[in-house]
């Protein structure tokens, strides 16, 4: 059985693999060098859906086969170590290593002369180097020689090590956001994610969602949620990287997923589309472009939540005005884009009482998807409700490939107490605010 499984996975990789290489030349594309760093060009063969399935399929079952065949106690000792991968490569990051061996090119440096640089001690950095080189994070191209890799590449701010060095509380300012995402991954979600178990065991915590109750704020917070942490003026720099991080959550979606999930052709000049939940606004920003008519409200909570912390609220609208400001001046000045907070309990029923007969409800979020196959249906009647399932004998929600909405789920456990939900919830959830779950061209 297990043999004609492999087979059956085999024959999934060989066959995609050839599709890939097929929708490559049709498009004139390529597959990226591991050994370069990162550009996004090399990220265009993902435009072709051909390609960008293949893909998927490929690393797929690539990690299905490393799961049948490596021994599960390995598979758990390297589960079971993610948090020492996290701290080599929070070391990585915070020591400039990806701006070191950026500016010394492809044909990388020595240890001794990246600490000679950077101050850190070479037997203690070579070791979290190569245990990154081990994942494909950086190169080690000859003995304690290292080089960056394209996935060690994303983690260059884009200032040389002397700029980092005069500079540091100015390191994740005028970058793309993504680095100061991980950062932030690296430091206070990672921290808190550690200590998940103790809320967990704990009776008077283990049911309750209240954020004063997470991980992050028992552990590390020191009684603070994460919203009153960062008010703390000694937390600037992190208040400051965490905003800019969440800038740089875009960069892991396509830029224009909302033109696609949706006929807003059709929706009449001056109808009014209501963003709930809609952080920044920078989901919105293609949809005011390519369709000027609409009136947007960006409606999200305030970063205060019940505690009153002003100076997140702030911090917040100034992100959200620069964020406009720069790609669409226009919509703001007009009026035509406006923002609004709201407590996140109310949203659904407030919008339900407010709705008149002709009112839509678009749901749009992140749904956490089943691992098995669902046969039961119960999506059947709703568009787009989730994506399409991996063939199999490919675990249903693509396995490892696709690891971020679950990654973020446990995050938000461990930093708010709060979760992502799987659609039968999200269903639920809507049905008792008063909204009916309908097929998009029904009245609702």
């Not at 490892?400 to 679950?406: E, I, L, Q």
């Amino acid at each position: 059985m297990t043999l004609s499984k492999l087979h059956d996975l085999l024959n999934l990789l060989t066959d995609a693999v050839t599709q890939l290489e097929e929708a490559c030349t049709k498009n004139g594309t390529s597959i990226p060098d591991l050994d370069k760093s990162f550009n996004t060009s090399s990220e265009d063969f993902r435009k072709d859906p051909t390609a960008a399935l293949a893909a998927n399929v490929i690393g797929a079952a690539a990690l299905h086969i490393y799961a049948i065949i490596n021994p599960p106690q390995i598979s758990l000792f390297d589960i079971a170590s993610g948090t020492q991968k996290a701290a080599a490569l929070r070391i990585c990051l915070e020591s400039g290593v990806a701006e070191i061996l950026q500016e010394a090119g492809p044909q990388g440096l020595h240890i001794s002369d990246i600490t000679t640089i950077n101050g850190q001690d070479p037997v203690k950095l070579g070791a979290c180097l190569r245990y990154m080189a081990t994942h494909h994070v950086f190169r080690e191209v000859t003995p304690n020689v290292f080089a960056n890799s394209r996935i060690s590449s994303l983690l260059d701010t884009g200032k040389s090590f002397q700029e980092l060095l005069s500079y540091p509380h100015k390191k994740y300012e005028n970058t793309s956001g993504l680095t100061a995402l991980i950062g932030h991954l690296l430091d206070e979600a990672s921290t808190a994610s550690a200590h998940m178990w103790e809320v967990f065991s704990d009776p008077t915590t283990v049911k309750s969602n209240e954020p004063s109750q997470s991980a992050f704020t028992k552990f590390v917070g020191r009684g603070k949620t994460l919203w009153e942490y960062y008010d703390d003026p000694e937390q600037d720099f992190r208040r400051h990287r965490f905003n800019i991080g969440m800038h740089g959550i875009q960069k892991l979606h396509p830029e224009n997923i909302i033109l696609s999930v949706y006929d807003w052709k059709a929706v009449p000049a001056g109808s009014v589309i209501v963003d709930v939940g809609g952080g920044v606004g920078t989901t919105q920003l293609c949809l005011a472009k390519e369709f000027p008519q609409l009136k947007i409200i960006i409606q999200d909570q305030s970063h205060v939540i019940e505690e009153g912390a002003k100076a997140s609220t702030l911090i917040c609208q100034t992100l959200i005005l620069n964020v406009w400001h720069e790609k669409d001046p226009d919509a703001l000045q007009s009026g035509r884009v406006s923002f609004e907070d709201e407590y996140c309990i109310k949203i659904l029923t407030q919008l339900r009482k407010a709705a008149s007969p002709n009112t839509k409800l678009l749901s749009m979020d992140t749904i956490i998807q089943h691992a098995c196959h669902d046969n039961s249906g119960f999506t059947d009647y709703i568009t787009g409700a989730m994506p399409d399932e991996a063939p199999s004998p490919l675990l249903a929600n693509w396995g490892a490939v696709n690891p971020m909405a679950y990654c973020i789920d446990i995050i938000m456990l461990a930093l708010f107490n709060s979760r992502e939900r799987t659609l039968s919830d999200s269903v639920s959830l809507f049905e008792k605010s008063g909204w009916k779950v309908t097929e998009p061209d029904a009245d609702e």
